[in-house]
């Protein structure tokens, strides 16, 4: 499966951007999928989780509240709807998908994914 991820953008502190996710070659319907985020010279970190289902979601302790994500399997796009933004959340956004047969797993390490997007830039201004 090849991913896609757009939405990125330029956008003020306290503001909100959609990112998606769109998977061409194959359906996203066996899939786990994940967003990470990256900042130049640090590591790649885990941000959100959604299970096969839909049913399941996790997130980092430090977008709870603001960021939401879900899927469309029709679409087979994983979606990343971020609000209240702030500069901390500057990064490039990587989304990432890991085959699974259970359909309630989630899942949160870097190394659990084996399909990656290139990235959308988020640029949060203060």
């Known amino acids: 499966v090849q991913l896609q991820a757009s939405g990125g953008g330029l956008v003020q502190a306290g503001g909100s951007l959609r990112l998606s996710c769109a998977a061409s070659g194959s359906t996203l319907r066996n899939y786990v999928v994940g967003w990470f985020r990256q900042v130049p010279g640090k590591e790649r970190e885990f941000v959100a989780t959604?299970?096969?289902?839909?049913?399941?979601?996790d997130y980092a302790d430090s977008v709870k509240g603001r960021f939401t994500i879900s899927r469309d399997s029709a679409k087979s796009t994983v979606y990343l709807r971020m609000n209240n933004l702030t500069p901390e959340d500057t990064a490039v956004y990587h989304c990432?998908?890991?085959?699974?047969?259970?359909?309630?797993?989630?899942?949160?390490?870097?190394?659990?994914?084996?399909?990656w997007g290139q990235g959308t830039l988020v640029t949060v201004s203060s």
């Open positions: 990432a998908a890991a085959w699974r047969t259970h359909s309630n797993i989630i899942l949160k390490t870097i190394e659990a994914y084996t399909y």
């Open positions: 959604i299970s096969r289902s839909a049913g399941y979601t």
